[in-house]
């Protein structure tokens, strides 16, 4: 009889600390979402201190880029293309900044370029090609229409440039 209560305590007190466990999981989450929506509100403020209003909608918060090779000639932005003759052996897929970050590289590429803009209308994601024989690089790239002309942010970098005309 000694023994069952002994493992009759030990399961309760399993039972126990996954219900702790669980609730700080789901806690964490809750933090992180929390965050997440807190730094949107900041960058849209900070945006906004800097002149440039733009749509919550516009902004692309989770990055829709993927490295499958069969969607790659679906995710090149407008002007360029991949090899016809098949991608390299090797390819470098550089990593994006967040999208917050991201942001701001724009306000401030635009003081960099002597630019300015009051309106964001559309942000499209990209990738960006360059390569060689046996290796290519894909960067992901953002295309920024705005009321001043349409500029071109590298995801990777944070560096910002006006389209040619």
Known sequence: M????V???????????????LSNVF???HQARVYEKTTREQVLVFLQHNG???AQAVVPWKHDLTTRAEELPDQMLPGQTLPSQGL??????????????????????????GQTCTEIKMI?????YNG?????????MWQV???????????????????EA
């Open 2 to 5: 000694e023994r069952s209560k």
């Open 132 to 140: 060689a024989e046996e290796r290519a690089v894909l960067t992901p």
């Open 52 to 54: 440039v209003t733009v």
């Open 124 to 128: 499209r994601e990209g990738y960006q």
């Open 27 to 29: 806690l964490q989450y």
């Open 145 to 163: 229409e705005t009321d001043n002309g349409t500029f071109f942010l590298d995801c990777a970098q944070g560096s910002l440039y006006q389209e």
């Open 88 to 113: 390299p052996n090797h390819i470098e897929i550089q990593p994006a900044r967040e999208t917050a970050t991201l942001l701001m590289d724009f306000v401030r590429g635009m003081g960099d370029l």
């Open 7 to 21: 493992k009759l305590t030990v399961i309760f007190l399993l039972a126990v600390l996954n219900l702790f466990l």
